[in-house]
Structures are given as C-alpha cells and as structure tokens.
C-alpha cells in the first residue's frame, strides 16, 4: 500500500494549481488567497470589490438586504479561478457579482476587471491562448468577447452559440474554433489568433443543433455532436471539408435487429494521439470510432454482470468507522458472479438517470474510464492499448470498483496510470495498475500478488481522511506534476501528498507542512516563490495600468473590433 501526507484543512470554496504547481490559489467568500503548494505558506492575498455602481445595482436585486448592499465590502461567492499559461496572473470569476477579475501575483491591487452593463450574462470566463488574453461567453448578446490584458483592446466574435462546449482550440494554441448561428444554420468559424483572430474558415455544419465542438489532439479533425434527440456525429478536416457522419445509419454502428435507437449522445472524448475517439451514448453503449475510413472498431457494453476476466472490487463495510478515519484499507477482492448495483431510470422525466456520462483516458491511452449515469456507485476501467506505442486496440473489461456511497468525483493522475475517487464521504479511494493487492491465505497468512503474477486488476484502496471536523469530500484536482492532490467539501480543502510521487527532501519541510493553521489576521504577503517553469520569474516587468471592460467602458478602450 502506498504512503499518504495530509494536510490541516483550510477554507476554501474554489481551488486551483497554477502550471508549474508551485502555487495554490483559493478563494474562500470574495477572497483570493495564494499560497505555496509545497508549505501551503501565504503568498498573497487579495480581496475581490464590487465597484459603486455595481454595488449600486446589485442592491436593487431581489434577495439583497439593504444592510448587505450598503456595506463598503460585500461578501459573494467565487465561482472560478484559472492561471495563466505562465503563472504570473489569476483569472476570477463571480455568477453571482456577475462580474471577473484579473490579478498579477507580481501586483498588489486588481490588473483588470471584466464587468458592468452588458455582460450580466457571463456563462464562461476563461485566459485565451493569445498573448495575456481574456475570454468571455456572454448569453445575453451571443458574443464571444476578447479582452487584452496588454493593450486594452476589446474585440468580439458575434453570433456565437452560448454553449460551454462552443469553442475550442486547437492543439498548438494557434487557431480558435468556434460555433456560430447564422441564418438559423449551425456553422464553425476558425480564427487565427496571432493575425488578431482574423477569420481563416467558415464553413456550415449539418447538425440541426449543434451541442459542442472539440479539436482532435492531432490537429487534423473538429468533431461535432447534435442533440440528444439523435445520435449524430459529424467530423471535419480542421479546414472545413466534412469527413464523416456517424450514426445509426453507418454500416458499422452496430446496431442490433431489435434495438431501438433511442436518445442520441451523450459524451465523447480523444484519445491522446486523436487517431481514435471514444462515443458515449444515453444507450448505455461506447463505441470507439477509429480516424482510418472513420469506422467503428469496437463496441462497449457495460453490463449489470461483471466480465468474469475482470478484477472486481467492493468498499468494505463502515472502514471509516472502524479506522476512526485514520487508516488505510484495501478494498475486498470480490469473486464471480458479481452484479453490479443498478438505479431503475424515471424516463417520464426530462433526462433520465441513464447511459455513459463521464468518459476519460489515462495520459498515455492505455487505459479508459467509464461511469453510467444508472450505476452511479460503479466505475469501470477498460483497457484501451496495450502499449502506448500498439497501434491495435484490445478493448477488455479489466477493473470495476463498487463504493457504498455514489462517486462525485474520478480523475486520473496527469503522470502515471492512478485513478483517484471521492464519494461525499470521509475518505479519497486510489486505484493503482502498478501497485500490488494482498490476500489472505489458508492458515493465516497473507500473499501479495502484482502484475507480474498474472494480476491485472492493480489495487484499489480507501484513505481515510484525518480530520476533527466534519469533512464530506465532494471534490478533487490533481497537481500538474501529480505529486500533491486537492480534496474539497463546500467549505474547506486539504492537500494529500503521494509519497510514491513526491521526493521529500527533508523532514523539516514535511513537518512544517502538517504543522500549518489557517490565521486570518496573520494572512499577508509572507513570501514571494519563484515558479520553476523555466522561462518565467516573477520580477519580469509587469504593466501596473488596470482595465476595466463592459459596454459602459467601451469609449475608453476605442478599439471595440467586429469579427
């Protein structure tokens, strides 16, 4: 079993790594709270200020008291925040003050502010690709507009469809694709980003509503999926031609005699390499489309009965309890048959609880995570490459692994092939391909076996979560450099650290780590870190000017550009 470092918890409602993982940016109420990843030290800290005439407006809301709304400094929640490519800014985000802000971890005060009459209806805030760029999907209007954090520019793309999957980027961070409405027809428009997001392509589409669109990790093909009234998945050339239609009509779609089609789509994701792309449906079924003749290759059903192949593994019974939330327990080997506990879906109403909705490979493709809507305590790995070099799939049911609590979380480390899991409850379950499971023998001994022994099926196990307060960990967000690991309820975070990962290069830090208490008077500029990213430092110089964006500004910054 491997060894785990926790952390103090630490208030907290938002979270995020920044790129070279040496800091954490959290946001508990309206503010902003930067510290060191390592030494969960204060880096800086900020608070996020409603202007007055924002103030002014927000108090003529229904809901808002009049004590709230006439106070200097108003509390609201803090909805996301985001890093930029080279760490030097973080991007915040408020629903409810419907507003953004941008601040230089090099700065003292805000750089920049995305707010005022005109953009209530922000649905996505996020840093472009471009040079110090910010990009907000507006629902009102149906633009997407791009803020320079450099010059003050403001430019728009008009017509857009407000969807969080509307646009995207393709791999090399060069060229933005976005979906469009024009004439009641669904069209992608791709703009180059260092010409000034001129328009290269724009070319139609064939959905009658288009849900998304996503950029193949090759750079060769956008893929495009319709509603969920059918199952319908156009590819094109990432210069326009359209490839491939695939739906129940394609000849390998593999559609039994007396099934019925039913809803369409659900979900998708590429393989890292974008020669293939996983196709989630609401049939409960996954079909791996490969990009040679754009044909399906293989089919997934995940069954109520376990493949008698696979290594199943069951939560063991009321271990946090019996651990006092301390310990660190192996989940119980379970023998065939095995049936996995199924949720019977309402389809009088809108959305069922029913097909694949969550689909997710690991770094190198190896393997493929599945999870149905209707059996929300289970999740399932596949194997996908043998190699990740292989060139041939090998689709094969390797791993379930059965929770008493239904999963809210399940992502894999961004370094080696480790699953992580939350389930509302105390304790963070890993499942590891590398690790060994131990078994008891007859006579009381106990037997280890690994791979090499034949064992696919790795080793899943519950960590308890050691902490004196109530802690429901709802949440969870692996560092980039996969040594450290977040786990957030609504209130409050802390840090795991895998001593299988980390290198610990002396006591001294590790005890100062779990030796750290949140203090609100003591919250301040204690210490300033380098990040380690190879070409950034913060004592580049940085512009001190602030922006302050919205159609109230848009005299200011002249350069308003219709694209």
Known sequence: MSGYDFSHLFPANVLAFSPGTTFLAVAHQNRIIVRSTSTLQIVRT??????????????????????????????????????????????????????????????EGEAARVGGMGVEGLT???????????????????????????????????????????????PDSRYLAVTEKHLGKDCIGVYDILDGYSLLRHFPLLTIDVQGISWSPCGRYIAAWDSPLSYSLH?????????????????????APNEVQGLGLRTLAWAPGGRWIAVGGWDGKVRIVESDGWRCVCVVTCGTRANKTATVWREPNDWLRDTRGRGIVQFDRQPHPVIFPVLRPDITKPYPRMGIFHLA????????????DNQPNVAHIYSFLPTPTSEQLSVTHTVSAIFSREIKKAKWSPVKSKLSVVTRGGGVYFWDRESGWIEEESGGSFECYTEMDGSTGGMMEGVGIPTRAEFSALDIHWSPDGRSLAIQDRYHFCLLYDED???????????????????????????????????VSLSSEVSQEQFVWGKKSYARVEAAVYI
């Open 46 to 107: 900020w608070e996020c200020i409603l202007p007055p005439e924002a103030q002014v407006a927000r108090s003529k809301e229904p809901g808002v008291s009049s004590s709230v709304a006439g106070a200097t400094s108003e509390i609201f929640s803090i909805d996301t925040l985001q890093w930029s490519g080279d760490s030097m800014y973080l991007l915040v985000h408020s629903r409810d003050a419907k507003m953004a802000w941008v601040y230089g971890v090099a700065q």
């Open 501 to 535: 990962t980390e290198n610990l290069e002396d006591d001294e830090q590790a005890g100062g780590r779990s030796a750290l208490i949140w203090d609100e008077q003591a919250e301040g500029l204690t210490a300033l870190l380098e990040e380690d990213e190879g070409h």
């Open 235 to 255: 590819i094109h050339s990432a210069i326009g031609p359209h490839l491939t239609h695939f739906n129940p009509s394609s000849p390998t779609f593999s559609l």
């Open 361 to 372: 490979f690991d770094r190198e493709a190896t393997l493929l995570l599945i999870r149905l």
């Open 124 to 170: 996505k805030v996020e840093w472009g690709k471009g040079d110090r760029e910010v990009l907000a999907l507006t629902e009102i209007d149906s633009r997407l507009y791009i803020y320079s954090l450099c010059s003050g520019e403001t430019r728009f793309i008009q017509n857009v469809k407000p969807s969080p999957d509307g646009y995207t980027y393709s």
